[in-house]
């Protein structure tokens, strides 16, 4: 099955692109493109997702975009790899655990590119790292399946300035902080969404009929 891999350099307003995956999602159904990964990243935004409530909001004064993807609130901005697709599960095992659990291992499996251990967590969806004895949270993971056609994706956090996650309470979950790869290892993660790329298409053969 053909994917389109599509790379955008500047930042993309948040509600322009989720148009775009609601257009191709549209079309997909009509058999009328391929699939698609989408690299990008946003200008700083907030956005909640079906599961989130209003007391995740720490500070009163941001803006929060609703939007139709799972899980809670989680930000957006400069300094974090987005990873958009729009995948036909029609074509494939129709399993959203798997599904889930590929999108994990994908980025786990990039990250040890850079001798970055990473793991997931059976409570808390997403990917994590041990900092200083705590578990942090590197990459958020969110995903909406409609006629089972999954689209959204995740975040991965580079370089982001983490003191915008203190403004809500990161994907509903409390007690334990977000971190950025540069707080891990210092290194040049110019290709990183090369190899996400490459991953997340080796672990989607694992939904293959």
Known sequence: MSIEIKITKKPVEYRK???LLESRVSKIQENK???LIWILSHKNIFTAGTNF???EILDKSIEIVKTNRGGKITYHG????VFYFVINLNKRKKDIRLFIKIIEDAIINSLKYYKIKAYRDKKNIGIWVSHQNKLKKVGAVGIKIKKWIAYHGFSLNINTNLKNFSKIIPCGIK???VINLNNLKKLNYSN?????IKEFIISLKRLDN
């Open 17 to 19: 692109a989720i148009d």
């Open 33 to 35: 493109v391929d699939e």
């Open 53 to 55: 409530n209003s007391d």
């Open 78 to 81: 400069k300094g974090q790899i």
């Open 175 to 177: 007690n334990k902080d």
């Open 192 to 196: 990183l969404h090369k190899i996400l």
